[in-house]
């Protein structure tokens, strides 16, 4: 039987861990603080970005959220985060991408302070990353993590291949993945839209993580029978719903489903991990820069 793993189930014990730690943080006086920006007016980042303050709310964490149009000069964005760097009760920093094509996107990502880019996408934290000493591990490749762990699916000598080459998921996933770490020391496969015989490498995957953001394009076909499919695509396609879309990922779940041994759902799976793990690594920044001591899994 295939196992459908529920992400919001994962995503809600390590709120629960987290919600312990930002309690011992309160009672040591120090209020973890996350602020949220956006400089943008797409209906899907807006969603996002409301999803992670009221992560905050729930758990205690004091969210706060500025709003640029996106009309506005690059400067403005530029001098909000150099605000935000030099305010002490902001731990965590997320801009939320993308930016408008004004804006240079290095530049955001340079100017956050690498202690408070829980995203960890500023290039001191991706180097560090790939130098096998993470401060933030960015937050959905770190949820997938949590998942397989959660699963009892070990990565240690499976191949993993993943379909994508993101910055914000694709590469830092392969990286994760070989780590000599808990939860890496996989043979790692980066695949991407110049692959040649994408289907060959797909079926050759243990593991098979789905992060181009093409909708459904992995199908049942790809997907060597038991293998573990991760599908971390979240892609609003149009449909005749009540809010005009439908949800889909980058796998084509009802045939995915009849190979794979276990496998996420899209909503349901990597999503609610993505959005966990930055409350994760917002309560590790304020630990960080107070030096009050807190034990995350
Ligand atoms: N600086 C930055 N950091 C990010 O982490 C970041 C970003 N920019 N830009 C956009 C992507 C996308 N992202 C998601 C987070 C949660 C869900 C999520 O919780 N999805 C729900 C459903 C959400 C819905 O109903 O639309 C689910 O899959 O179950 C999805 C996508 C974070 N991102």
Do not use: W
Not at 232 to 244: C, F, I, M, P, S
Not at 255 to 279: D, Y
């Amino acid at each position: 039987m295939t196992r459908i793993i529920d992400g919001n189930e994962i995503a809600d014990d390590i709120r629960a861990d987290v919600k312990d730690s930002v309690e011992t943080l309160t009672e040591e006086g120090v209020q973890p603080g996350l602020a949220t920006v956006l400089m943008s007016e797409d209906g899907a980042s807006e969603t996002y970005v409301s999803m992670k303050q009221r992560a905050c709310e729930e758990l205690g964490i004091e969210g706060s959220h500025i709003e640029i149009d996106p009309e506005e000069p690059a400067e403005t964005l530029y001098d909000r985060i150099d605000e935000l760097n030099d305010d002490p009760s902001v731990h965590g920093i997320l801009v939320q991408m993308p930016v408008p094509d004004h804006v240079d996107k290095r530049t955001v990502l340079e100017r956050i302070a690498p202690e408070k880019d829980v995203d960890g996408f500023h290039p001191e934290n991706v180097g560090r990353l790939v130098a096998g000493n993470a401060r933030y591990k960015p937050c959905t490749p770190h949820g997938v993590q949590k998942i397989l762990a959660a699963e009892g699916i070990e990565t240690e000598g499976k191949d993993a291949v993943i379909v994508g080459r993101s910055d914000i998921v694709g590469k830092p996933m392969a990286n994760l993945l070989i780590q000599k770490a808990p939860g890496g020391n996989a043979t790692t496969t980066v695949c991407h839209s110049r692959t040649d015989d994408l289907a060959e490498k797909t079926r050759s995957a243990d593991i098979l993580v789905a992060a181009a953001g093409v909708p459904e394009m992995i199908d049942g076909d790809m997907i060597a029978e038991g293998a573990t499919v991760i599908d971390v695509g979240v892609n609003r396609v149009d449909a005749d719903t009540e809010k005009g879309y439908e949800l889909v990922g980058d796998v084509d779940f009802e045939s995915a489903k009849e190979r794979a041994s276990a496998i996420t759902p899209v909503p349901g799976g990597v999503g609610p991990l993505t959005i966990a793990m930055l409350m994760y690594n917002t309560v590790e920044a304020a630990s960080r820069q107070s030096g009050v001591p807190v034990e995350l899994i």
